[in-house]
């Protein structure tokens, strides 16, 4: 969903409010914001950012019956189709959908859901 250029003003609005004072200058908020901005990303664990990347199943498995994030590619002759869904990794097979998949290529963990704002 995109954010309306309303809700976008009234956030930098706020910002600057909060973090600037009237003699800041444009660049130096946009300074301060960049800064925090690297803050926060490199407070990122490195097992995060590991836990959100696509694993190819050709290098890497997830933990057995551990339901995971997947990418399916469907090839039919014709045309390819790769998708997303949930599955798991048990004794060799892939289980999606209570079916046995041979045609997982990735996975990854799934993110945390979202909480609101």
Same mark, same amino acid.
């Given at each position: 969903m995109a954010i309306s #250029?309303? %809700?976008k003003k009234i956030v930098i609005d706020n910002y600057f409010k909060s973090e600037c004072n009237v003699d800041t200058s444009i660049r130096e908020a946009f300074a301060k914001g960049? #800064? *925090?901005g690297l803050k926060k990303g490199s407070e990122l664990? #490195? #097992?995060t950012i590991e836990q959100l990347s696509w694993n190819p199943v050709s290098k890497s498995l997830p933990p057995e019956e551990m339901m995971v994030e +997947? &990418? +399916?590619c469907e090839d039919n002759g014709d045309t &390819?189709? %790769? =998708? &997303?869904d949930?599955?798991? =990794? =048990?004794?060799g097979f892939w289980v999606v959908n209570n079916e *046995?998949? =041979?045609d997982i290529t990735a996975w990854k963990s799934f993110s945390k859901a979202y909480e609101g704002e």
């Amino acid at each position: 969903m995109a954010i309306s #250029e309303t %809700k976008k003003k009234i956030v930098i609005d706020n910002y600057f409010k909060s973090e600037c004072n009237v003699d800041t200058s444009i660049r130096e908020a946009f300074a301060k914001g960049f #800064e *925090i901005g690297l803050k926060k990303g490199s407070e990122l664990k #490195e #097992e995060t950012i590991e836990q959100l990347s696509w694993n190819p199943v050709s290098k890497s498995l997830p933990p057995e019956e551990m339901m995971v994030e +997947i &990418t +399916i590619c469907e090839d039919n002759g014709d045309t &390819t189709l %790769k =998708y &997303t869904d949930a599955g798991w =990794y =048990y004794k060799g097979f892939w289980v999606v959908n209570n079916e *046995i998949r =041979y045609d997982i290529t990735a996975w990854k963990s799934f993110s945390k859901a979202y909480e609101g704002e």
